[in-house]
């Protein structure tokens, strides 16, 4: 399962470089926000190697702590089929950390991002522009994959 997750994560992530979502505004219906014991980071992947020593796909990175976000910071993740008509998974971030997000991610425009759940980073891209409310991650295979991935995170 868990390189199952890997791989989706690393398909959705390496088609959109950590895109900003739909508006955080747009009706979801029920949150669904990780659940208890799931730790999800978006974290800033350090150049000098100063941070976390982690390995991905062999590759030795070092993230920075602390991340840009993590679980407490997301109030709801599900699947969605983006503007392409792709399965894919949405990502909306709780009001009071809007602003440290797009900060956070504005300062890495053009750098490496790392998403990581459970102290495995899943996916490393660059980051294409500031967002802080939402992000998208598009590009999964299918419905059944983004509701597997949704299921792992939030429980539901």
């Known amino acids: 399962m868990r390189a199952a997750l890997a791989l989706l994560l690393a398909a959705a992530l390496g ?3 950590c895109m900003p979502g739909a508006p955080a505004d747009a009706p979801v219906g029920r949150q669904q926000a990780p659940r ?16 976390t020593p ?3 796909q062999g590759e030795a990175l070092a993230l920075r702590e602390p ?8 109030a709801d993740v599900r699947y969605v089929l983006d ?10 971030y709780r009001p009071e950390a809007h602003q ?10 053009g750098q490496r991002a ?3 759940v459970d102290g495995r980073v899943l996916m490393v891209a660059t ?14 295979s299918s419905i059944a994959e983004a509701q597997a991935l949704e299921k792992h995170i939030t429980g539901r």
């Not at 208890?36 to 000098?48: Q, W």
């Not at 991340?67 to 910071?73: K, L, M, Q």
């Not at 503007?83 to 909306?92: A, D, F, H, V």
């Not at 967002?131 to 999964?140: A, N, P, W």
Request: aromatic fraction near 2%; charged fraction near 15%.
């Open 15 to 17: 088609l959109t470089a």
């Open 36 to 51: 208890p014991g799931v730790d999800v980071r978006l974290s800033a992947v350090d150049a000098e190697g100063k941070g």
């Open 54 to 56: 982690v390995e991905w």
């Open 67 to 74: 991340p840009i976000a993590g679980s407490a910071d997301i």
């Open 83 to 92: 503007n392409g008509n792709q399965p894919g998974l949405q990502i909306r």
């Open 100 to 109: 440290r997000i797009h900060d956070g991610t504005a300062a890495l425009v």
């Open 114 to 116: 790392a998403i990581s």
């Open 127 to 140: 980051v294409a522009g500031p967002f802080g409310e939402s992000m998208l991650l598009s590009g999964l």
